[in-house]
């Protein structure tokens, strides 16, 4: 009974997951066999028209709830089939392929494959086409292909071209969308330096400090038309206006203004122009009464204004003018001492809102540097490896200053050489496994100086070696390489590189040098904890594993081979006789025996593979997915290495050789135990046999 239901619910989604195309092909199957070609319609053709429009409207619906989910091309195919069926249904009404109301057909065809997705629209064209041909060789046996294939091609002209018109212009407003968003952008930098708010979005990828800059750059704004509005209703003014200086002090802009006149100009106006050029270059305020009509010397209207007294101040920061702050009237009302006077007061307090703003906008970057700066604090006291270590540091560089390209370089004080540890970005992969010895390049020198480099943070390919000559970064305008210093000593470098200009200023530098400062004691921390690990999990006369490593391991990997049904090899060796090889030549002769033989088994066993001293002369190898024939193998070949392997001695040439047991799980133990007993005793049974030679249990 629950198949049957199950068989009914499948059945009934099918029938409604596919009911337009089923409508669409049993109108176009009408189509075909002429059903429609009547002079008037009757009752079934109405009710064929009802069931059509019914199931169209029902797949729109569906279209547009699934557009919600960001899909909908199999129900675009669908409508259109059915917009192609319907509309060849009523053509057969209207006389057929060559009746007049064929041209509606092309607007019908634009109209589809402009709505529908991309993928959908050529498809739909293709149908058309097709569909006609049926009709026009088939239903309406037409002998000539001239008619049809000029049809043809009408229609795939207004598919396509509606096709291609329409992603064109969605590509258009895309691209006028992108650009718009630009150009807020470059307005929101052009006043975040006009008010001196220090730094621009572009320099931060974070969006909370993009908000920051424009939220800055808005309140300022504010203030300064709200100052500039008082003081021009409130003096009777024609236009009150600030203008301030770019960074090279040879042009002003409109910083804000309050005007009723509608000439006002965009600017940027030329620092010398006219009686303002007068009052920011010679730093003296302008005041002039009685101007002729058409006076031309006041350049922020774009064509000479009907002012009669004009007011010009100059804004100043310490020692430099900043701007003009200018006032003028259109009637004849000359500004008095005391007009003066209170505009002087507006522009002291017009330079405190604005270096207000600065105050709370640096706080603000501040708090955000030195959070990020206790996050990666945090990170990387946490990590114990290399690895942490460093994905920590560049994570915490990218957010106080985001680049394009970084990497770490370790530098080897006694070799002189540098190795770059890890690298990211563009290009990165060709700085991976770099290494070079000391040189001229701004690494070395970072190195050698202790300081960083460059100076500016300026960086030029065509002059400037990061590394080498033939390793060098191309396409970066920005480069801050820092000195990892550990006591003094510089252990490395953190170099950040970035295609935009002026990326490593001197706001970020400081952060990114405490960040160096941290790095470089972390990395010192994990090579400490590498070492120790080191130090507790090997043997410090071979290199090889301990015994205390070697138990864990073999614990670990006898139930990793018992949950996955592997084999598992257990090879137990030492070397004969090997107290007369001490007594006869002596402690240091056995020390070089025994660690050869260590060498011996590292090099002839896998990476997979664990090799450990057990103690003494003993030493065991664990091998996995090996079976009884592959560990005697390998047991055969580490024989035969050391029996032709000659010792240089005092006492003349040495020769030793060593005898090994083998064991398999689960063969031959089913737990740790077990098939250590078993490899022993197989050790034992190869001892008996004579020495040299190999058994299995």
């Known amino acids: 009974m629950t198949t049957l239901v199950q068989a009914a619910l499948g059945l009934r989604r099918g029938t409604r997951a ?50 919600r989910r960001r899909g909908g091309a199999f129900f675009d195919l669908e409508i259109g089939l059915l917009l192609l069926s319907g509309a060849h249904a009523l053509l ?36 058309a086409v097709g569909y006609e041909a049926a009709l026009y060789f ?70 909370d400090a993009e908000r920051l ?52 100009g965009d600017g940027p106006f030329r620092a010398d122009s006219g009686v303002v050029g007068a009052a920011f270059q010679r730093g003296l305020t302008m005041n002039l009464e009685t101007l002729r009509p058409g006076y031309g010397g006041i350049c922020y209207y774009r064509e000479p204004a009907e002012v009669r007294s004009f007011l010009a101040l100059p804004i100043r920061e310490g020692d430099r003018v900043r701007g003009v702050l200018c006032a003028d009237r259109i009637t004849e009302r000359p500004f008095s001492p005391a007009d003066e006077e209170l505009l002087a007061a507006a522009v002291a307090h017009l330079l405190r809102t604005m270096q207000n703003e600065r105050v709370f906008l640096q706080l603000e970057r ?12 945090a990170a990387l006291g946490a990590a114990l490896d290399e690895q942490a270590v460093l994905e920590a540091a560049l994570t915490a560089a990218a957010e106080i200053a985001p680049f394009d390209f970084a990497a770490v370089t370790r530098y080897d004080e006694q070799k002189r050489t540098h190795h770059v540890r890890c690298a ?53 305008n920005s480069l801050l390489i820092l000195p990892l210093m550990v006591r003094d000593h510089a252990t490395g470098t953190l170099a950040l590189a970035a295609r935009r200009r002026d990326a490593f200023g001197p706001r970020v530098r400081p952060a990114l040098s405490v960040l160096a400062n941290q790095l470089a004691v972390s990395l010192a921390n994990a090579a400490s904890v590498r070492q120790l690990e080191q130090l507790a999990t090997t043997d410090g006369l071979t290199g090889c594993y301990n015994k205390r490593y070697f138990n864990e391991e073999m614990k670990s990997r006898i139930h990793a081979a018992e949950r996955f049904g592997r084999e598992l090899a257990l090879i137990i060796t030492d070397i004969d006789h090997f107290k007369s090889v001490n007594d006869t030549y002596g402690h240091a002769t056995g ?4 660690g050869e033989l260590g060498a011996i088994l590292q090099r002839l066993a896998r990476e997979t593979d664990v090799v450990a001293r057990f103690g003494g002369e003993e030493f065991c190898i664990l091998c996995e997915e090996t079976g009884a024939e592959g560990a005697v193998q390998l047991a055969e070949r580490i024989r035969q290495e ?56």
């Open 213 to 264: 800059t424009r939220s800055s750059v808005e309140e300022v704004h504010q203030a300064l038309f709200f100052n500039l509005d008082m003081i021009k209703r409130s003096m009777g003014l024609h236009t009150s206006l600030l203008l301030l200086a770019d960074d090279s002090g040879t042009q002003l802009s409109i910083a804000e203004c309050a005007s009723d006149s509608e000439r006002l």
């Open 591 to 594: 020390d070089v025996v025994i």
């Open 424 to 476: 990211v970005g563009e290009h990165a992969e060709r700085f991976g496994q770099l290494e070079f010895s000391d040189n001229t390049s701004l690494t070395a020198m970072t190195v050698k100086n202790r300081h960083y480099l460059p100076y500016r943070g300026e960086f030029d390919p065509s002059s400037q070696v990061v590394y080498t000559p033939q390793a060098n970064l191309a396409g970066m």
């Open 138 to 207: 088939g239903t309406e046996g037409h002998g000539q292909a001239g008619p049809f294939l000029l049809h043809a091609v009408f229609l795939m002209l207004f598919g396509l071209l509606n096709v291609i018109f329409t992603q064109a212009e969605i590509s258009r407003v895309r691209l006028q969308n992108r650009q718009e968003l630009r150009d807020e952008q470059q307005r929101v930098r052009e006043d975040a330096r006009l008010f001196r708010l220090v730094a621009t979005p572009s320099e931060s990828s974070v969006a």
């Open 642 to 697: 050391l029996e032709a392997t000659r010792f240089e001695t005092e006492l003349g040439q040495l020769k030793v050789t060593c005898s090994l047991g083998v064991a398999t799980y689960p063969k031959h133990g089913a737990h740790r135990q077990q098939l250590f007993e078993a490899a022993d005793a197989a050790l034992y049974a190869a001892k008996h046999a004579g020495r040299n030679c190999v058994r299995s249990s």
């Open 92 to 127: 057969q009404f209207g006389g057929g392929l060559m009746g007049p109301f064929y041209p509606a057909l092309y607007v019908l065809v634009a109209f589809m494959s402009s709505m529908a997705s991309r993928a959908v629209g050529p498809l739909l064209v293709a149908s």
């Open 18 to 67: 596919f009911l337009g195309t089923a409508c669409a092909a049993l109108l176009s199957l009408l189509t075909l066999l002429g059903v429609f070609r009547v002079s008037s319609p009757g009752v079934e053709h109405m009710t064929l028209a009802a069931t059509w429009a019914l199931v169209l409207i029902g797949r729109v619906a569906a279209r547009v709830r699934e557009e």
């Open 366 to 377: 501040s708090k955000r540097e030195h959070s990020v700066l206790h996050r990666a604090s």
